[in-house]
Nanobody, 127 residues
Framework: QVQLVESGGGSVQAGGSLRLSCAVS??????????LGWFRQAPGKEREGVAT????????YYTDSVKGRFTISQDNAENILYLQMNSLKPEDTAMYYC??????????????????WGQGTQVTVSS
């Protein structure tokens, strides 16, 4: 089992920044969390894969709309996943979820079918 707890959401004006954190605990040593990712879901929309990181190599993958603005990273010593969000736009408003899975393929596809999920943290960007 992998447990994921997000924090760092909030309200910010357009152009501002936020950093989301996700504390990862549980079966790191069994590769259950080989792929970690951030997803978001806005009201009335499908859940979207924002960024993923394959923890064994550090390779990162982003959806086009956030490239150059968001950065996913990991602190292996503290088992924390981060999402640094800069130049935020109103369309970035959503509930953001941290997720984990053993499959590197899910890192590449960023589809929202990961095995483990956090409870989510709200990000609101006003214009």
């Amino acid at each position: 089992q992998v447990q994921l707890v997000e924090s760092g959401g909030g309200s910010v004006q357009a152009g501002g920044s936020l950093r989301l954190s996700c504390a990862v605990s549980g079966s790191r040593n069994t590769d259950s969390s080989a792929c970690l990712g951030w997803f978001r879901q806005a009201p009335g929309k499908e859940r979207e894969g924002v960024a993923t990181i394959y923890t064994r190599t550090g390779s990162t993958y982003y959806t086009d709309s956030v490239k150059g603005r968001f950065t996913i990273s990991q602190d292996n010593a503290e088992n924390i996943l981060y999402l640094q969000m800069n130049s935020l736009k109103p369309e970035d408003t959503a509930m953001y979820y941290c997720a984990a899975d053993k499959s590197v393929i899910r890192c590449l596809t960023r589809r929202p079918d990961f095995g483990y999920w956090g409870q989510g943290t709200q990000v609101t960007v006003s214009s």
